[in-house]
């Protein structure tokens, strides 16, 4: 045999087995989810350290979500076009010591619900009577989601309501009922948003609001003038809703001031969150766009810069859908997870895990996508995602819920979908061009997401072992502890769907220890307050926020896990006025609630 | 495997142009320079790439491969500029949040052209093999390039007036020529099957994962047949085939049709050039 035809057979052999390497780490990767998925709730305590039951009707709540029916010009693209409305955010409105949940209904005429928590395990629907339901009436366009915070200090959580249609403050009155003042407030008497968050930009002691917009505000949905509605393009849209940025005067009133404080932007946005990121004491914005490129903006204070492309988030265009914050290393940095689509062989974008780079910090911060390293990346057509230590080892966890449009479970839209995202933009621009659902899914009924970070880099889905075994259309998820056990539950709102409350048991071994914070210089919700947890040698950072995921809000508690048997040194309190505040030794097992000292 | 696998380069007519000369058939290096230049210009109006590493890691490995692959069979090192293209190819169409289906693409296409070989010639175009394998082997974690260029008309018109200005110089403005009709011929035949707006139906030849696959895939010199009604045929075929997957909503069916029925041709075209070859003499005598 000659030297050439050894060779030959030799390359043979390595095509072959090059070849076949997919298929080996398929194999591989599907026995490693096989097994972790096999448990019960025992061998998931003993395992991971929790297990999460739902307990919805149990707890005495039934809503189902009801999705938006748009212009009939819109009719073959209608689930599509009318797939987004469920959130969930988590208030205690009437201060009862008890968190509430309030979740947004999307069809003309649906009603929203506000679950007062009774304490006993169950809630009851009170929107009604407390006047904010029946908020989604013909020509008022319908509830899109909800961020509560208190714009006139006054110790009650009021209520904004995003809307596609004609957005809406409520003044709460002292949990008795609330009381309507858009108007008053100043507020734009159409938008086509997604996305909210109460922030105060410039320290002044009240909270004002930024609202990202997803269609153009010119557009009334149910009432269309033209079809040319859709994004431009897949990845580089600039065609979607305006940005808003109201700031609180302290009279009632807001002044919209985000072109003179530097925010001009038409993507499309789906989800913004705030943090101080680089420890000025001033909280920067991140927004997380569908059909493009995030946007990070700096702010000094009294204005913003956006640094997206600079801080290395806004290069690769993707489909934002959320953005979250956490420490997820106990390093006192924040990281920033975005949610994006991911669907097997025909479109990976994969979810981001910004991570500060080493070395980096201030102003010359930058940001490397780690997902991937960190086994957070693939969550198929990802939405709304928290942060939250679910089983308080002292990391954080990451709760994904996802899944896109569940019709015909053997038949896929993706094809044509994916035909005329690649189009040119006079094609995809134009809802008449997009051929008819015809009822078949795209991305439906897609399994969920639960990550434990492990603590030493990498994070490992246990969902299915843990009992979220739901298929729903996932779109908000909001973490509270709803029965005051010292452990995170998880509220999911789906769309057509019903509202989940996944109830979690948490391993007693583990500690914890819980910050509610009351502002007095700095607005009465502590929103951009900071706590700097400093136990077993280690720090984590957690910030009081305004909203975060996508269409939801986390409770206002700063919750913190500690593992076992943790020596906690201090926690120290960065107000959002400046001071600093150090409390030595906080017990454990309890919720600390402070007030800012005067 | 004995015969070369880059073709000799002649030197120009004294009395050509430059810009003749630069855009010629001799010119080796005019599609890697044509290629490079789509890259560039999409990267750096568009940010078409997620990553440099994946992209250089993808060339590296396929020049690795070729150079390497090339001094053991041919004992001599080839000129990298069609591994080039291969790499840059796959840098471009495959999208993978991994770094390693980049690298096995690359390696996966240039072995294959030392690998599935019929009288010396290889029947695959490299990154038509790769992608189609890996698309088809490893869906979850690897798609196509399918929405970039922003989906703006100006990018979409300069690439296809450059490209064809540069196809037509080399003589092959026919296959893309025939394949862009047929392939709008058959979009308005499933418009009309389907009842999907016939826009949704040419959409995709609008995007530019077809640039790639017009101008550099179907248009490969060593993958296509040697006769130029051959050459119509079978790109007219490809645009069938196509179309067939398409009515069953395959997502990569340029890829597929051209991975099945290029190779079929290339297979058929061999066989008639041994028929020839053997019939010859026995006219003469």
């Not at chain 1, 390595?14 to 096999?38: N, Y």
């Not at chain 1, 809703?241 to 919209?256: A, M, P, Q, T």
Request: aromatic fraction near 12%; hydrophobic fraction near 45%; charge should be neutral.
């Amino acid at each position: 045999m000659t030297g050439a035809r050894i060779a030959r057979i030799v390359l043979g052999i390595l095509f072959i087995g090059l070849l076949a390497t997919p298929l080996v780490v398929k194999r591989i990767s599907a026995r490693r989810v096989a097994e972790r998925s096999k448990a019960d709730a025992r061998t998931a305590l003993d395992r991971h350290g929790f297990y999460l039951q739902e307990v919805s009707q149990a707890a005495g709540i039934h809503f189902v979500h009801q999705a938006p029916v748009l212009d009939p010009k819109l009719d073959p693209i209608m689930p599509e076009v009318a797939s987004m409305g469920a959130s969930v955010s988590i208030v205690d409105f009437d201060r009862d010591g008890w968190s509430d949940i309030y979740v947004t209904n999307s069809a003309i005429g649906s009603k929203n619900a506000l679950y007062r928590n009774l304490g006993d395990g169950t809630f009851k629907d009170v929107a009604g009577e407390m006047g904010i339901a029946d908020v989604n009436q013909a020509g008022t366009g319908v509830s899109t989601g909800a961020v509560w915070g208190d714009y006139d200090n006054d110790g009650y959580e009021d209520l904004f309501l995003i809307k596609w249609g004609r957005p809406e403050l409520f003044h709460n009155d002292h949990g008795r009922g609330f009381t309507r003042v858009s108007e008053q407030a100043g507020l734009p008497p159409w938008v086509n948003a997604n996305t909210a968050v109460w922030l105060d930009y410039d320290g002044d002691g009240r909270v004002d609001l930024f609202v990202g917009g997803y269609y153009s505000e010119d557009i009334n949905l149910w009432n269309l003038t033209t079809t040319r509605i859709m994004p431009e393009s897949f990845e580089y849209a600039n065609n979607g809703g305006r940005k808003y940025l109201f700031h609180n005067l302290g009279n009632g009133k807001f002044e919209e001031v985000s072109a003179k404080v530097g925010i001009n932007s038409r993507r499309w946005a789906l989800a913004a969150a705030a943090a101080d990121l680089r420890g000025t004491g001033h909280p920067d914005l991140f927004v997380a766009n569908d059909y493009g490129v995030s946007e990070l903006y700096f702010n000094d204070g009294k204005r913003f810069h956006e640094v997206g492309e600079q801080t290395g988030v806004g290069f690769a265009p993707k489909s934002g859908m959320n953005a979250a914050f956490g420490d997820i290393f106990n390093q006192g940095r924040y990281s920033v997870y975005v949610s994006n689509i991911s669907e097997d062989g025909i479109l990976i974008q994969g979810n981001n895990l910004w991570v500060p780079k080493e070395g980096t910090a201030g102003d010359a911060i930058r940001y490397e996508n780690l997902a991937r390293d960190f086994g957070v990346e693939l969550g198929g057509w990802s939405f709304g995602a928290q942060f939250g230590d679910l089983n308080n080892d002292g990391t954080l966890d990451l709760y994904l819920t996802n899944g896109y449009i569940s019709l015909d479970r053997n038949r896929s839209y993706w094809y044509d979908f994916s035909k005329v995202a690649g189009g040119n933009s006079t094609i995809i621009g134009d809802a008449r061009n997009w051929p008819a659902f015809e009822g078949r899914s795209l991305s439906g009924y897609q399994t969920k997401r639960v990550w434990l970070n492990d603590g030493a880099g990498k994070f490992v889905d246990v969902a299915q072992a843990v009992g979220v075994a739901d298929t729903h259309d996932g779109r908000a998820v909001a973490l509270a502890d709803l029965w005051n056990r010292g452990v995170l539950d998880v509220v999911v709102a789906n769309q057509k769907g019903p509202l989940l409350i996944y109830k979690n048991t948490v391993t007693p071994e583990n500690e914890w220890i819980d910050f509610e914070l009351v502002g007095t210089a700095t607005n009465r919700s502590a929103i951009g307050a900071r706590v700097a947890l400093f136990w077993n040698g280690q720090q984590q950072v957690q910030e009081v926020s305004g909203g975060s995921g996508f269409a939801a809000q986390n409770q206002r508690r700063l919750h913190f896990g500690l593992g076992k048997y943790p020596q906690i040194e201090k926690a120290v309190i960065r107000w959002p006025s400046g001071k600093v505040q150090i409390i030595n030794k906080p017990a454990p097992e309890l919720v600390h609630k402070i007030e800012e000292p005067a | 495997m004995t015969q070369q696998m880059s073709t000799p380069v002649a030197p120009p007519p004294a009395d050509m142009s430059w810009w003749k000369q630069l855009i010629s058939l001799d010119n080796r290096y005019l599609a890697p320079m044509f290629i490079t230049c789509i890259l560039l210009a999409g990267h750096l109006s568009f940010g078409i790439l997620e990553s440099y590493q994946k992209t250089l890691l993808a060339i590296a490995t396929s020049i690795a491969t070729e150079l390497l692959l090339g001094r053991i069979f041919f004992h001599k090192w080839l000129h990298p500029a069609s591994a080039y293209i291969t790499g840059i190819s796959v840098g471009i169409l495959v999208r993978s949040p991994a770094f390693w289906p980049y690298s096995l693409c690359s390696a996966i296409s240039i072995m294959s052209k030392y690998v599935l070989r019929v009288r010396g010639r290889h029947l695959w175009n490299p990154s038509n093999f790769g992608i189609s394998a890996m698309l088809f082997l490893a869906p979850e974690t690897v798609a196509s390039l399918s929405i970039q260029w922003g989906n703006y008309l100006l990018p979409m018109v300069v690439i296809w007036v450059l490209g064809s200005v540069i196809i037509w110089r080399l003589r092959r403005f026919h296959i893309t020529g025939i394949y862009v009709a047929s392939f709008i011929v058959f979009a308005f035949l499933r418009s009309w099957i389907t009842g999907s707006p016939w826009q949704s139906e040419i959409a995709p030849i609008t995007g530019p994962m077809y640039q790639l696959f017009i101008f550099f895939m179907i248009t490969d010199p060593k993958t296509t047949v040697r006769s130029k009604t051959g050459q119509c045929v079978v790109v007219f075929l490809v645009a069938l085939v196509e179309m067939m997957m398409r009515l069953h909503q395959i997502v990569y069916a340029p890829f597929y049709a051209l991975f099945i029925v290029g190779p079929a041709a290339m297979l058929m075209d061999t066989w008639m050039d041994a028929r020839r070859a053997s019939t010859a003499p026995v006219a003469a005598r």
